[in-house]
């Protein structure tokens, strides 16, 4: 998930909660913890689950 985050996104994410992700077409959310929400803008790059132009 790391990797997927741009840099502002990624120094926002707390080391001490686990982010789960969230595989919703319609939602904005991909990722999501107690403290933390992370949509799609806040990514590097599309997410398959999220993109609804590479689902077939």
């Known amino acids: ?3 997927l985050l ?3 996104s990624l120094a926002k994410l ?3 909660t686990e ?3 969230c595989s919703t077409s319609h939602c904005d959310v991909v ?3 107690e403290l ?3 949509l799609i ?3 590097k790059v599309p997410i398959f689950q999220k993109n609804n ?3 077939k």
Request: proline fraction near 12%; charge should be positive.
């Open 19 to 21: 982010p789960f992700f």
């Open 1 to 3: 998930m790391k990797s």
């Open 41 to 43: 803008r806040y990514l």
């Open 31 to 33: 990722y999501y913890s």
């Open 36 to 38: 933390n929400t992370f």
């Open 14 to 16: 707390h080391p001490q």
């Open 53 to 55: 132009g590479l689902q």
């Open 6 to 8: 741009k840099p502002a």
